[in-house]
């Protein structure tokens, strides 16, 4: 059972989960169940936010239980189903290439390296659905930073765990793994640029990306690369996964756009999970003012 102690975060960031669980949950933390099963834990001194103030959440439901993570298969309901027993620690991330401190760090280091705060995004996916979801994690910055990128980083390629045997599904997924995802460094510094280690107060749930993932709230969900194990400063736009799968369907920069479709579908609504009426998708997923200077000049129809 090595590396899969669910209680190997820094201690005094956890405590067992028990006041919030919903009742079926309840019940199945007094079962004589393997602990990693049960092994949701909650997160101590989160900073709150003002991001998201007056949004509705998506339900924990929903948010854990509707998911993309093509490893664990291609059906909504698989990844909750099958990353149950993704082994999450030992766990290190790589930080490398154009940095002056390449550097592995251990998960619970990259845990403590900066305050935690929760988030709370609009979370938008190419395929026309969205949600609200209470992020908790810190700026990717936090992390670059401590690599001292050097003066030809421009870019940032970040890749997931893949590994056949605990990720059987995959190879039904049809697009290639590792998942791979980028942005450009400018992108990658913004404060909105979130490293998520949790969701709702507790620590990610396996199928969310566990143990470490990203958030770019104004871009397609997909740029939401999740179990990061490598991060690589470069000099040169890298290879992303549903660009290489389908370049003409996906583009690199993947910005929110209600005014670009797919070739398949319309951008310009969105189902919100739980709700009966599409809304409109908002450019950048409405944190344009936040974002648009970065797209200055851009065509943002030839830079989709
Ligand atoms: N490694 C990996 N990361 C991934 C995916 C994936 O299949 N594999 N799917 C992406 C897509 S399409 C979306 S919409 C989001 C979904 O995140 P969520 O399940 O937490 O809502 O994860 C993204 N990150
Ligand atoms: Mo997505």
């Known amino acids: 059972m090595r590396g899969r102690n669910p209680f190997s975060l820094?201690?005094?960031m956890v405590t067992p989960k028990h006041v919030y669980l919903s009742r079926r949950r309840v019940l199945a933390s007094l079962l004589p169940i393997p602990a990693?099963?049960?092994?949701?834990?909650?997160?101590?001194?989160?900073?709150?936010?003002g991001y998201?103030?007056?949004?509705?959440?998506?339900?924990?439901?929903?948010?854990?239980?509707?998911?993309?993570?093509?490893?664990?298969?291609t059906g909504k309901e698989?990844?909750?189903?099958?990353?149950?027993?993704l082994r999450t620690r030992p766990w290190t991330v790589r930080v490398e290439g154009e940095v002056l401190k390449p550097r592995t760090f251990d998960i619970d280091e990259v845990l403590k390296l900066a305050p935690l705060e929760e988030r709370i995004y609009r979370h938008r996916c190419v395929e026309g659905w969205s949600m609200v979801v209470p992020w908790i994690g810190f700026p990717l910055a936090e992390l670059l930073k401590k690599a001292e990128p050097n003066s030809n980083a421009r870019f940032v390629a970040f890749e997931s765990f893949y590994d056949p045997r605990q990720m059987p599904?995959?190879?039904?997924a049809g697009i290639p793994f590792p998942y791979?995802?980028?942005?450009?460094?400018?992108?990658?510094?913004?404060?909105?640029?979130?490293?998520?280690?949790?969701?709702?107060?507790e620590i990610l749930p396996n199928q969310n990306g566990a143990p470490l993932r990203l958030i770019v709230p104004w871009k397609y969900g997909f740029k939401g690369i999740k179990s990061i194990v490598r991060i690589r400063l470069v000099k040169n736009q890298?290879?992303?996964?549903?660009?290489?799968?389908?370049?003409?369907?996906y583009g690199f920069y993947s910005n929110v756009n209600p005014q670009v479709d797919h070739p398949r579908w319309s951008q310009?609504?969105?189902?919100r999970i739980g709700e009966l009426f599409k809304r409109d998708t908002l450019l950048f997923n409405g944190y344009g003012n936040e974002v648009a200077h970065l797209y200055e000049g851009m065509d943002l129809r030839k830079y989709y």
């Open 268 to 271: 310009a609504k969105e189902r």
């Open 10 to 12: 820094p201690w005094s």
């Open 36 to 49: 990693v099963a049960a092994a949701t834990q909650r997160l101590e001194g989160i900073r709150k936010t």
């Open 52 to 73: 998201g103030q007056g949004e509705k959440l998506t339900p924990y439901e929903a948010v854990t239980g509707y998911n993309n993570f093509y490893e664990f298969g």
């Open 180 to 201: 791979m995802e980028g942005l450009r460094l400018d992108e990658a510094m913004h404060p909105l640029t979130l490293l998520v280690v949790g969701l709702y107060g």
């Open 169 to 172: 599904q995959a190879a039904w």
């Open 78 to 85: 698989d990844p909750a189903r099958n990353a149950k027993n």
């Open 238 to 249: 890298p290879p992303t996964t549903w660009n290489l799968a389908n370049p003409r369907e």
